[in-house]
């Protein structure tokens, strides 16, 4: 992991407050010392602009040109929104269930 945010050019603190951590902790899991969640492993993959997989391969592997960093705040903000218009059209798809239910056991 800190041979791919280091071939970004990115600061720990920078990773570390785009997955929602404490700098300490990105640190623990950049040295294998904490594990991390599924969803922060998706976020850590597309801020470094690589597929989750990539982790698990033992050496990282880099174009010649450092991949850009721009943006990265802009796409990680898209993903959020994205993330939570989903969420909440499965809530109120749940409420109309619900109300549909309600509904007919009440007449």
């Known amino acids: 992991m800190r041979a791919w ?37 998706l976020v850590i993959a597309h801020l470094f602009q690589i597929s ?12 010649q040109q450092k991949m850009p960093s721009t943006g990265i705040k802009h796409n990680l903000d898209q993903i959020i929104e994205e993330k939570v218009a989903y969420f909440f059209s499965k809530i109120l798809k749940n409420i109309t269930t619900l109300k549909d239910h309600s509904t007919h056991d009440f007449k």
């Open 52 to 63: 989750p997989e990539a982790f698990f391969k033992e050496k990282p592997e880099f174009d």
């Open 5 to 41: 945010r280091e071939h970004l050019g990115l600061k720990q603190h920078v990773v570390a407050d785009e997955i929602g951590v404490r700098r300490e902790w990105y640190v623990k899991l950049e040295n294998g010392q904490v594990g991390f969640k599924v969803e922060q492993l």
